[in-house]
Each structure stands twice: as structure tokens, then as C-alpha cells.
């Protein structure tokens, strides 16, 4: 027989801590807190109240994100007449590509009668409608998020176009007034453009750290290294250089993030002479005299978002430049016995940043659209035509999102 007890209750909930109590740990939301902001858009003989914005500013677009019910208030004038009022919501994605041709996608179509004479007898002059806005729709037989507000032109070759939008309208339904007129109903329908925004943030914080030496030797979980060869025309006479790109592990940043960058050359004095240009290619070949022009080479970083389309089972793809990065060559360490003379180390340290206005996204995939971003190292040697060394690229794929990341003691981000 089992001895006898008593249950005891449920603990309290509470989303912020108690007196006494600390937060140990808290991850992000996905969502947002509720807003009680509204926005107001009028036409004739219709004015319509948009619930939970962010903006009260009269020519902004309704903006919703993640798990957000498209909901307010309609005041309908003359409304003795009405018959019906239905809302839809509606999605589009619309490419184009001056390579593969364009298409048209509905993804989503969301309807709703939210009056109906018959049902509910005479119109009131305010009445309030609610949709809930998808999170995913099918394509092929496969689920697919649904994407964020998205437009952009890329001129030039090829020349692209894409469009991911989304629109609520009302279409209300009279009896017609019209003495003349053989129709008994009219229909009128009243359209508003809105923007999905999909708010994302990284899973941890940038290390902040005056100093990356100090960082790096401290917390080396913390940064991402990637190695890449310069490659040379001579084998027999010059040596490669070994390219060290560095950049936070995390290697998801908010679009207002300052990415810092670190980046190491390795190799042979003469090796990065040709590099610098100190030593001309010419001094390498007998009876070759070097040139009296001096050139300067080239250490670049930049962050690029890729556009890929398939159309009509055809590829079109853009990279566009969103962002330059800004450099800063650190002195050289005092030189070490110990250390093999005939290696020599260049760094060079900085941040790189999202400048463009056109990147109000974070990066996303669906059936004929991808778009990601990528952090490009790019260094050119001097004289690039007649360097025994070749010029590299490197480009690593990273993730833009919209929010950075937050950290409070005493709530949660989105408490505050």
C-alpha cells in the first residue's frame, strides 16, 4: 500500500523576477511585446485604425512581424447601405531578370467576412476585423517561411527586380444608388500596403575588446579563423604568403553592428616586398630594369549581399556591395630572437559595417528567391600585371539581422 501525500501546488509565474529574486539566464524572444500605438489611414467614406504599431507616423506603411494578428477598428460612413465588408490579406512575390525571365507568386491569401447583412442585420458605423498573419505557406510540396518585405533594382547586367510585398484591403459591398444604374450592388475596395518585418537577433554578443591580441589569447572561442593562400606565378623564385582573415565566431550581426575584422600576412621578406611593392618584380629578373612608377597595394574588406533568382528553371544571380570596411596596420611586435627570421608577420586591424539603405532585411531563403550575405577579403598586390604574386578574394558566408543583442540584469529585453 502506498503511503498517503498531499499535492502540492503549482508554483507562482511571473515573467519578471521577485523581490529577492535574480534573472540567471534569459533567452531573446522571438516576438514582440504587445503595442498599444495605432496608425490611421483615411479614405472617402472610410477611416481605418491599424492596432500594435510601432510608428504613429501617418505615412509609414502597418508594420507587423513574427506571430502578429493584422487587427483594429473600421469606421464606414453611410453605412445603412452596406451589405457586406470582407478584408484579405494578401502576399506576392514578384522577380524579374533580364536573364531568365519573370514570374508571379501568390503565397499568401487570407479572407475574411467580418459583416454581412443577412447574418448580422444593419451595419454599425464602427466595425472591428482580425487576421492572423501566416508564418509559413507551401510551394512544391514544400513549407516555406514566409519572407520579409523585400524591394530591390539592380541595374546593370543582368538586370534584376524583386519584389516581396504584402497588401490588406477592404472591399465593402452597397446596395446601388444609382436610379439609372442596371446593377443592384456596388463594390468598392480600399487597399493599404503593410511591411512584414521579420525581427531576428545573434545567440550571443560580440566580444568587446580594445585590444585583439588580448582577446584572442584570452578567449579564442570567440573568433573565427580562416587561411587562405596567395598563390605565385614563380614557384622557383618566390615563396606564397599565408593569409589569415579573423573575424568573431558568432558570425551573426546586427545590420548596425561595427564587425571588427583582424588580418595577419605571412611569409618572406621578399615575398612581402612584392606584396608592399618595395621590391619590384623586375629586381628578381637579370638584366631587367625596374620600373620608376610606384604602386601600392591593395588590402580591402567589404560585406556583399547575393541575390539569387530561378526563374523558369533558370539561374540569375547579383552580388552588391552593402558595406566598406576601414583598416588600421598595427605596428610590428619588438622582434624576438626566438622567432625564425626569415617569417615575417603584417596585421592589420578594423570593423566593417552595413551602409546601405537598401538592406532593411535580414538574409532569407525560399523556392526561387535566396538572398545572403557575406563578409569578402580582397587583397591585390602592387603591380598586380607584372607581380609574380595573384591577387586573392575570399568571401565567408555570414548572417545580417535585424536586432542586436541586448542584455539587462533585472528583465527581460523586450520588458523593458
Known amino acids: 500500500m502506498l503511503p498517503a501525500y498531499a499535492f502540492s501546488p503549482a508554483p507562482s509565474y511571473a515573467s519578471l ?19 498599444t500605438v495605432t496608425l490611421t489611414k483615411k479614405w472617402r467614406h472610410l477611416t481605418v485604425i491599424f492596432k500594435g504599431q510601432s510608428s504613429e507616423d501617418a505615412d509609414a ?31 506576392r512575390i514578384k522577380l524579374s531578370s533580364s536573364d531568365c525571365g519573370s514570374m508571379t507568386q501568390k503565397i499568401i491569401d487570407e479572407r475574411r467576412t467580418v459583416w454581412d447583412v ?5 451595419c454599425p458605423t464602427v466595425v472591428g476585423f482580425s487576421v ?24 546593370g547586367s543582368p538586370l534584376m527586380v524583386v519584389k516581396c ?6 472591399t465593402i459591398t452597397r446596395t446601388s444608388t444609382r436610379r439609372l444604374s442596371f446593377r443592384k450592388t456596388a463594390s468598392k475596395m480600399y487597399a493599404q500596403s503593410i511591411r512584414w518585418v521579420k525581427r531576428t537577433r545573434p545567440a550571443r554578443p560580440i566580444i568587446q575588446d580594445a585590444s585583439f591580441l588580448t582577446s584572442f589569447k ?9 587561411e587562405v593562400m596567395m598563390p605565385t606565378r614563380w614557384h622557383n623564385l618566390v615563396e606564397p604568403i599565408v593569409c589569415q582573415f579573423i573575424i568573431p565566431s558568432v558570425q551573426t550581426f546586427c545590420l548596425s553592428d561595427n564587425i571588427p575584422i583582424h588580418i595577419q600576412l605571412c611569409g618572406s621578406q621578399t ?3 612584392l606584396f608592399y611593392g618595395s621590391i619590384s618584380p623586375e629586381a628578381l629578373q637579370p638584366g631587367k630594369k625596374p620600373r620608376r612608377r610606384h604602386y601600392a597595394a591593395i588590402v580591402r574588406v567589404f560585406l556583399a549581399r547575393q541575390i539569387y533568382l530561378d526563374v523558369n528553371g533558370r539561374q540569375s544571380w547579383r552580388t552588391i556591395p552593402v558595406g566598406e ?10 622582434h624576438d630572437e626566438n622567432v625564425d627570421a626569415a617569417v615575417v608577420s603584417v596585421d592589420w586591424e578594423g570593423e566593417v559595417r552595413c551602409k546601405s539603405s537598401d538592406v532593411t532585411c535580414a538574409s532569407f531563403n525560399v523556392n526561387h528567391l535566396v538572398v545572403k550575405d557575406f563578409i569578402i577579403f580582397a587583397l591585390t598586390p602592387a603591380n598586380v600585371r607584372a607581380s609574380p604574386l595573384l591577387p586573392i578574394q575570399h568571401a565567408h558566408p555570414i548572417r545580417l539581422v535585424t536586432d542586436g543583442w541586448t542584455a539587462d540584469d533585472t528583465a527581460h529585453p523586450e520588458d523593458r
Open 17 to 35: 523576477p521577485c523581490a529577492g529574486h535574480s534573472t540567471v539566464e534569459y533567452t531573446p524572444r522571438a516576438g514582440t511585446g504587445a503595442s
Open 61 to 91: 506603411a502597418p508594420t507587423y512581424g513574427r506571430n502578429s494578428i493584422v487587427c483594429g477598428e473600421m469606421g464606414v460612413e453611410h453605412p445603412d447601405n452596406v451589405l457586406t465588408i470582407t478584408i484579405q490579406l494578401e502576399g
Open 218 to 226: 584570452a578567449a579564442p572561442s570567440e573568433w573565427h579563423q580562416m
Open 165 to 170: 510585398t504584402y497588401r490588406f484591403s477592404i
Open 132 to 155: 492572423a498573419f501566416p508564418m509559413t505557406y507551401k510551394d512544391e510540396n514544400r513549407v516555406y517561411r514566409v519572407p520579409p518585405t523585400y524591394e530591390t533594382i539592380c541595374l
Open 271 to 273: 615575398s612581402l616586398g
Open 118 to 122: 443577412s447574418k448580422s442585420g444593419r
Open 325 to 334: 570596411g576601414t583598416l588600421r596596420a598595427i605596428p610590428p611586435a619588438p
